[in-house]
């Protein structure tokens, strides 16, 4: 095992102090407990029983999430740039630019996340700014990210927040201008029937804004065309920039079904409703903000996705049907018995220990007795939405698909790839990072060479960038 | 400029508190003000002067991210599992393996930073870890994230990295067995001799290296087969793990020609090699630990790379010599003229605000009369050199070597792109951001088309990932 044994781990352990920049000292605060109220209303509101053990601490977790998430209200850009603008002597403008006088400065793919105003869950930013030093001075490179910061940590709107940084940086450094590019992706909005309908369902939203002052101002200055071009040996495709369209939203919550389902669903929910008005209170923002009106609503739209139902899952009945002989694809044979992949089937589940959502792909092997024809992909992708529509942890889906299906098929082999909202809008924001969970029932839980023909006919996942 | 008017942003600008997460008080404490004293040493055996503008705050600034850096040393794993423990169930052993009883948990591409024992340089982590639940219970994800951080956030080598993560994971969640990789990236070891006589010098040192424990102990287990399946479908390349060689470290200060430098500079910098053990004293390491007894050395050998010199460039007597019509590469016409473009020239340089490396590549465009060869390569090269082994900011390496190479060269436009160690291992932790800075000089700066045509010649970078 290594340098370490059992005895020398349990003295380290007793030599600790606490976690220190992870505890901001919010609990027991009144707006925490005023939002850890309002998330037991929500979770009742789901049929949910507050006291089941997943569940004890999921006010705290999210109310702490939220507050540690929000925290730019109450930063200034002032503590951050104060201090950290360097004198940097540039040239006459006469020979050129550059230095601490004229010579563009970008800094590129910057991970943030920020809260959609709209709906409330977290999208994720990956920020590029630039900016053009007058003066005589130059910022510390890790200011441009800190100021970001403050305003990714609000409720927020692409376009508002790409212009806020901009601003804050313009007026905080002085520089001749300022560039900002924002990449944002938005979890999509599915309900269940138009997940159940669609198994093409997108699962992400994306748009790509930009805010520029000073030298910036004009979008075709030949300074964004320098700009642009130090984004493209990034790989940053910024072609489809979004001119500004103020009555339009980009949340999926905004889309037209969205609206009307909202003023169905509010009378419904009055409480649930009031109880996300009280967070957007907690918070420090006024619920009657004319882009906040309708997002307690939207949320509370959101959340119903995932109640909690006694839906039994009829399943008795079911029969292979006989095979067709020239369909052999997702196959391979595997002891006489034929390994059948059904791959990519997506899901939306909502973590029970944070209130956000998680999402993904579902994998499931099975042995088909030969002759028979595979069963049908939408049962499959019917079953792994009723589980996933849920409050969940990824493990027990799981191990719920694979007892389900293997009720119906026998031996099977079930693996979940997700992306984890609660992994970058918490603390460890660990922006690139992806889980997969696996079970195995029958013979797959005793044939490794099964596991491994299984698991080789999983194509490889790139990474869900913007 | 959007939403927000000077007004509207003064306003919100008084609404504020401090920094929160990101001050955690170690200003004034001892042994933050001991590490001040020691850089102060430092920088004056690098020649510098401490009160100059640029370095007056960079001994607190060094002192706050080696405490906050290393704060691994005081944290507690049991504070962190403990509360994060989930009831599960899973099968029963003979039906199969899923959710709490046996079904593999894997996450993927947690991105932390460590400190090198061997020459107190961060370096990047790219962590993976699986577990295998047992007694019903599995642990929050995040968890698998916060543990590794408390012994990437000490003084480290991958290996033991690897062994004590798994092993508190293995002891604080008490699974089946913890599997653990790491891929570390560790700047490359240069001194002006090697870099000036080998333009190919590698910017990165790599390492994968794993560790295991319970049904992970043994390295040819299936459990271990499935995880490496489930890390490819990531594009994470697991052929190249490497078994444990306790003698040989990775760090290129532990080559032959490193040990040998070590003692050549120790006697002439002994005040520089005690200031650098005083500070493994204040960050509560023990100096005369075997890892530890040569990093004062190697420390002061890295950074004497960066020394202030007044060493004058002899750059008069350039000529250019007549064109081979047959060498057209890296040319572009623009006015009757050609852009000839110089790239990629590395260079290693050190953050004169932070005391870390800045390290990555310059690209130099400037116009060619007809008939006339380009410059050397290789005096384009010792001039980057030049100015990147130094105290440094990105701006101003870019200015000077823009204005150097116009004596010789005229108009010129010069991009530096660069990985800033500095925004990775403090508080921001980005680690995907990278930094570009343009310098443009004579008929560059008002003539946007030369300037696309020069910046179009420089190919895509892909992110130097692990």
């Known amino acids: ?110 991970d943030h996340f920020s809260y959609c105003e709209s709906c409330l869950l977290p999208f994720q930013v990956k920020c590029h700014v630039g900016y053009v030093p007058s003066g005589q001075r130059v910022v510390g490179l890790s200011k441009l990210s800190r100021v970001a910061d403050i305003f990714a940590k609000r409720l927020q709107e692409p376009q508002r927040l790409a212009d806020e940084v901009c601003l804050a940086l313009h007026y905080g450094i002085k520089p001749a201008g300022v560039a900002v590019v924002l990449q944002c992706l938005h979890i999509h909005f599915p309900n269940l029937e138009t997940a159940f309908l669609d198994p093409n369902h997108q699962g992400w939203v994306k748009i790509l804004v930009s805010a520029g002052s000073g030298v910036f101002e004009n979008e075709n200055s030949d300074v964004w065309v320098d700009f642009l071009g130090l984004l493209k040996f990034r790989g940053i495709n910024v072609e489809k920039i979004q001119t500004r369209d103020p009555i339009k939203s980009w949340c999926p919550s905004c889309s037209s079904s969205g609206a009307k389902i909202s003023s169905e669903l509010a009378p419904a929910n009055p409480g649930m409703v009031s109880a996300v008005a009280s967070i957007l209170r907690s918070l420090g923002e006024d619920p009657s903000r004319k882009e906040l009106v309708e997002t307690p609503s939207h949320f509370v739209k959101w959340l119903m996705n995932f109640q909690n139902t006694n839906l039994e899952m009829k399943l008795n009945g079911f029969v292979f049907g006989k095979t067709d002989p ?75 698909i694979a007892e389900t299906v293997s009720s119906i098929l026998g031996d099977v082999m079930v693996v979940v790839e997700a992306s984890h909202t609660c992994m970058i809008s918490r603390g460890i924001e660990k922006f690139g990072s992806s889980t997969a969970t696996i079970a195995v029932l029958g013979q797959f839980s005793n044939d490794p060479a099964a596991r491994a023909i299984f698991l080789q006919s999983i194509p490889n996942i790139t990474t869900s960038g913007v």
């Not at 997702?330 to 973590?351: D, P, R, T, V």
Request: proline share 3%; charged share 25%.
């Open 326 to 400: 020239h369909k052999t694809n997702g196959e391979a044979s595997c002891n006489k018995k034929h390994i059948h992949s059904e791959l990519n089937l997506s899901f939306w589940s909502q973590c029970e220990h944070h209130l956000l959502p998680f999402h993904g792909v579902v994998h499931i092997g099975y042995f088909r007795p030969e002759g028979l024809n595979p069963i049908g992909k939408s049962l499959l992708q019917s079953i792994v939405h009723f589980y996933g529509f849920k409050l969940q942890v990824q493990e027990r889906l799981t191990r719920q």
């Open 1 to 110: 095992m290594g340098a370490l044994d059992e005895e020398h781990f349990d003295v380290e352990l007793e030599n600790g102090m606490k976690l220190g920049c992870l505890e901001l000292g919010l609990e027991g605060e009144p707006e925490t407990v005023a939002i850890e109220d309002a998330v037991k209303v929500l979770l009742e509101g789901l049929g949910e029983d507050v006291n089941r053990e997943g569940l004890k601490k999921t006010p705290l977790r999210v109310a702490k999430a939220l507050r540690e998430g929000t925290r730019g209200y109450k930063q200034k850009v002032k503590d951050i740039v104060q201090g950290a603008l360097f004198p940097e002597v540039g040239l006459d403008n006469e020979v050129g630019q550059a230095g601490g006088a004229g010579g563009l400065v970008v800094v590129r793919d910057l």
